[in-house]
């Protein structure tokens, strides 16, 4: 993807922002990082400055580097170009679902290991001098922890949305087995949770950083839809809810996925491993790690593919971990004993989140049936019970949508709204057909181009659309999204969750008319959650 285009000659000029210099050579600003001299460009009509592909971390591909924590880049001589978008991470298919519309870009970037980069947008001057320290979003891409890229998504976009109030990044980190693979020997020669280290490692960048770009490090907000939103949950319950320093002070969850997440040496995560040492032939090894560094990355690729295309419908195989460290406990454990970081929280659920995760082509399994398929260790009165919560809530398809979409990203969400009690707000999206992934287009608007699976018809008002989008920029400016970037948005009141499970809907009536007001949080649905809350000990979350 080419975000800036037709850019004019300018002169040399210079200009410093605090502590940071920013020089212009001909037309474009280069910033000094210290480790490494990164020139961007600036587009012209808009005046928002970008630089694409800035190296956060040492390339993971060698050695110790492969499958460990993130090291520091290493300095580079002369000005790097920051003008193209940078190789993506290796990806893999999420069990046998084909749907899956991010897997096939426009946008062609090779994948690589060496894949550690994000990418700036900042609202600046003619010449690309900062406007000055604004907050800042980083946005980290969704994708089931095992597709996605940095490339899909244009951070013009966030700070257009923000009446140019921000500073906009999006981060790349290592997925699949590149950066999900546990068990007892990672633990012991490895680093669990890698592709998660890799965002903290890009949070610290940005903490260090981002004044530079003009973004200021004390009000930056983490963003995420699916997986991404599924990776700011993980920081906020990171290091015990004691990240220091504070990284960030707002978190946004769009579409909060969470899968199972096992003990690293759970049965489950072994046999992974296992299946992992064996498809890269290091069966055989006195020292499996060490085979898996010096085995050739098409091979690890190969394996990445084939374990996760393997798993059931709709899942992942190589996910998040409780590593004992990074990720003290079960994610909903840490959320109860309110060990967090952050100080508001902003959610959106979409109304039919687990309908692309279900096989809807073949004889759909009662809900019984199904929730013995999606958690294995549930025995019979968990299964039983299961079909006993979702046995009014119309055909078995509709009920095991149901049962996926709420265990896996609804549920979660008011769990962790709960642990922001009095600071966090609550939406949801339900414009026909209110499925996973179908808001994306609303806050990027430009995916349509980038991704043109993604370029479905939507709710092309300009009201409701200023008025979703820009929910999540007003939140990161002023952490209430009642502080509007523009006044004349049509979003009412909006109180936080915990007054009354009020919620925002964002909605359209059947005369294409805005449907945005407070609706109350349904309470068979709260209840559904206080079951799948209780056997979080079996689910794995």
Not at 15 to 20: D, E, R
Not at 50 to 79: D, E, K, S, W
Not at 417 to 429: D, V
């Amino acid at each position: 993807m080419l975000l800036l285009r037709n850019l004019l000659p300018r002169t040399v000029v210079y200009a410093l922002l605090g502590a940071a210099r920013v020089v212009h050579a001909g037309s474009t600003p280069i910033i000094d990082l210290s480790y490494a001299r990164y020139q961007g460009e600036v587009d012209a009509a808009t005046n928002i400055t970008t630089f694409l592909g800035i190296r956060y971390a040492a390339a993971p591909t060698a050695g110790q580097l492969r499958f460990g924590a993130p090291q520091p880049p290493q300095n580079v001589p002369g000005v790097q170009q920051a003008t193209a978008q940078p190789d993506q991470c290796f990806q893999a298919p999420m069990g046998t679902n084909s749907t899956n519309p991010l897997e096939n870009r426009a946008v062609v970037v090779d994948s690589s290991e060496d894949c550690l980069f994000l990418s700036v947008s900042y609202p600046s001057d003619p010449a690309g001098v900062p406007a000055g320290l604004l907050p800042t979003i980083v946005y980290i891409h969704g994708g089931e922890y095992i597709i996605g890229a940095s490339s899909q998504f244009r951070g013009s976009d966030i700070v257009n949305e923000s009446n140019k109030g921000v500073v906009a990044v999006i981060i790349q980190y290592r997925l699949g087995l590149f950066g999900f693979l546990a068990g007892a020997a990672m633990k012991k020669k490895g680093a669990l949770n890698a592709g998660l280290r890799d965002q903290e490692f890009a949070l610290r960048w940005v903490n260090q950083h981002i004044s530079k770009f003009g973004g200021d490090p004390s009000k930056v907000t983490i963003w995420g839809e699916s997986a991404g939103a599924g990776s700011v949950l993980q920081h906020v319950v990171a290091n015990g809810g004691r990240t220091t320093p504070q990284l960030f002070r707002g978190a946004i969850t769009s579409s909060l996925f969470v899968p199972s997440q096992y003990n690293y040496d759970d049965r489950i995560p072994e046999l992974v491993y296992s299946e992992v040492v064996a498809q890269s032939n290091c069966t055989g090894a006195a020292d499996s790690i060490a085979c898996l560094r010096a085995a050739d990355v098409d091979a690890l690729e190969n394996a990445n593919v084939n374990i996760n295309g393997d798993a059931f419908f709709g899942t992942v195989a190589l996910v998040p971990v409780v590593d004992g460290q990074f990720i003290a406990q079960r994610p909903t454990l840490s959320l109860a004993q309110g060990k967090i970081n952050g100080k508001a929280l902003l959610s959106v659920t979409n109304a039919f989140e687990g309908t692309i995760f279900v096989n809807s082509t073949e004889a759909t399994a009662n809900a019984t049936r199904y929730a013995l398929d999606l958690y294995p260790k549930f025995g019979p009165a968990q299964a039983d019970r299961v079909g006993a919560l979702y046995a009014g809530l119309g055909t078995q398809l509709f009920q095991t949508n149901a049962v996926y979409g709420e265990s896996v990203l609804i549920c979660p969400t008011y769990f962790l709204l709960r642990a922001f009690s009095g600071r966090g707000f609550k939406g949801e999206f339900a414009v026909p057909a209110g499925l996973h992934g179908r808001d994306l287009p609303y806050y990027f608007p430009s995916i349509g181009i980038d991704v043109p699976e993604l370029d479905f018809p939507i709710f092309n008002n300009t009201d409701f659309v200023n008025a979703f989008a820009q929910s999540f920029t007003s939140f990161a400016i002023s952490l209430d999204p009642n502080i509007k970037v523009d006044p004349t948005n049509i979003t009412p009141k909006w109180r936080t969750w915990s007054v009354g499970n009020t919620e925002m809907l964002f909605n359209k009536t059947d005369a294409d008319v805005p449907d945005v007001r407070p609706i109350q949080t349904d309470d068979a649905l709260l209840q559904r959650c206080e079951f799948w809350n209780s056997v979080g000990g079996l689910t794995g979350q």
